[in-house]
């Protein structure tokens, strides 16, 4: 049985790199769907390919040709590209057969909130950061990512559900933890002084959802909804808009056991 919301948000898939996990994105989307789908942003991973560290599977194609489909039972899917995808922006304003690409988008939930659709990455400009620093945390992170996919063949043999070993050491790390918290800051700055009523976007990987009073002077009073879909590299999340017009934040831990048979199934 599927469900279904007005509004589903994924971000992050980084479809085409070697840590993308697509057949866990079409197993989810095979139960989850919405009368407007958004693509947040990083979907594709276009730097992995054009330097050569890109791998496109089997379950990368599937996912696609799911996702096109999705178009013909869903009224509106909206494609807002990364800075991973950034080629695509230049498609602004057009559509990729069923698919709307937009550079950013505003949704309106049922309850009449005005949500800003970016996926963030210009909040990253009003953090300094030490270029060393974050290039060690880069390639660390896709170490961890491996060794992560490694535990987890050995979770799924003895039917353990996925686990993430990037978000344990990611809440653990002090100033991996602190970039993170300033980046929330900026974003939800940046969403006040602009009106909106919240922003829905990925980047960062850390998926979740916080109300914030804006800490900046000129809008004291504005509360503020921030909300990150996080990504389908390693923590499997969604934000999804119920009926009511609140926002939710799914978390999706199937067994790798499961997703594969489902994938085959799909395929078959
Ligand atoms: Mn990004």
């Known amino acids: 049985m599927s469900n279904r919301y007005r509004a589903l948000w994924i971000s992050d898939v980084h479809l085409g790199s070697r840590d993308s996990e697509p057949q866990r994105l079409a197993d989810f989307l095979a139960q989850n769907t919405a009368d407007t789908v958004y693509l947040v942003g990083d979907i594709f991973d276009m730097k992995a390919l054009s330097q050569g560290k890109g791998s496109w599977c089997h379950a990368s194609s599937l996912l696609l040709g799911m996702l096109s489909e999705l178009g013909s039972n869903t009224p509106e899917i909206i494609y807002v590209p990364g800075n991973h995808d950034a080629p695509m922006r230049s498609w602004a304003g057009k559509h990729l057969g069923n698919i709307r690409v937009e550079r950013e988008w505003t949704h309106t939930t049922n309850d009449g909130k005005r949500y800003w659709v970016t996926h963030g990455d210009q909040f990253e400009h009003h953090i300094e950061i030490n270029p060393v620093s974050y290039h060690i945390g880069d390639q660390s992170y896709y170490l961890m990512l491996r060794i992560n996919r490694w535990i987890n063949y ?115």
């Open 154 to 268: 050995w979770r799924s043999r003895f039917d353990k559900p996925w686990w993430s070993l990037a978000n344990h050491v990611k809440n653990r790390v002090h100033a991996a933890r602190r970039m993170m918290n300033k980046f929330e800051e900026v974003a939800i700055r940046e969403t006040a002084r602009r009106g909106f009523d919240g922003v829905i976007c990925g980047h960062i990987h850390r998926a979740g959802i916080r109300h914030s009073a804006s800490k900046d002077s000129a809008c004291k009073d504005s509360a503020v909804t921030y909300a990150n879909c996080g990504d389908w590299v390693d923590s499997m999340t969604a934000i999804v808009e119920e009926k009511s017009g609140a926002l939710n934040l799914l978390h999706w831990h199937r067994t790798p056991k499961i997703a594969r048979i489902m994938t085959e199934a799909v395929a078959a």
